[in-house]
């Protein structure tokens, strides 16, 4: 989508909804390792706000439909507890993450959904109260800079 917003290309817009059509297809987005469900929100949430000119109406409907169906209520069930996680009140980098992907998607359908997504920003800000002691003492998140980098500095096999 950023590809659109720098070039204004449908070419950009068209395989984006390409895609998003296939994650349309799955039966949900994993809700129950709900770093999936916050990751396909987020592209969403993205595509349906940075995409809004180029889609027609159909196609808003389609992406505001899939992002609130398979995404925002399941987070929503999350959040009031109607289904059992544990990151809604968790201090750990999921809050962070999850609860960030449901205010990216809760914005993107603002206009349409103003009550339904203005009840899911109030409760992911209030959630995200939970990890900010992470920051503590000086700003720097307690797994430190290098928390993402681990993951891909480990020696090759070949090493």
Not at 105 to 115: L, N, S, V, Y
């Amino acid at each position: 989508m950023m590809a659109y917003q720098l070039t204004l290309d449908k070419k950009y817009t068209d395989r984006a909804y390409f895609e998003l059509e296939s994650g349309a297809e799955f039966p949900d987005w994993n809700p129950k390792h709900f770093l999936d469900t916050a990751d396909m929100i987020s592209a969403y949430g993205l595509a349906y706000d940075w995409g809004y000119d180029a889609w027609t109406q159909e196609q808003r409907e389609f992406i505001r439909n899939t992002l609130k169906e398979k995404g925002l209520m399941a987070a929503y069930n999350s959040i009031y507890g109607i289904d059992q996680v544990y990151w809604t009140a968790h201090r750990h980098n999921w809050n962070a993450v999850c609860n960030g992907a449901i205010g990216i998607g809760a914005m993107a359908i603002m206009d349409d959904e103003p009550e339904f997504a203005s009840d899911l920003i109030e409760k992911t800000l209030r959630g995200m109260e939970y990890m900010l002691d992470g920051f503590a003492p000086d700003g720097g998140w307690r797994e430190g800079t290098s928390y993402c980098c681990l993951l891909y500095t480990s020696p090759s096999p070949r090493d």
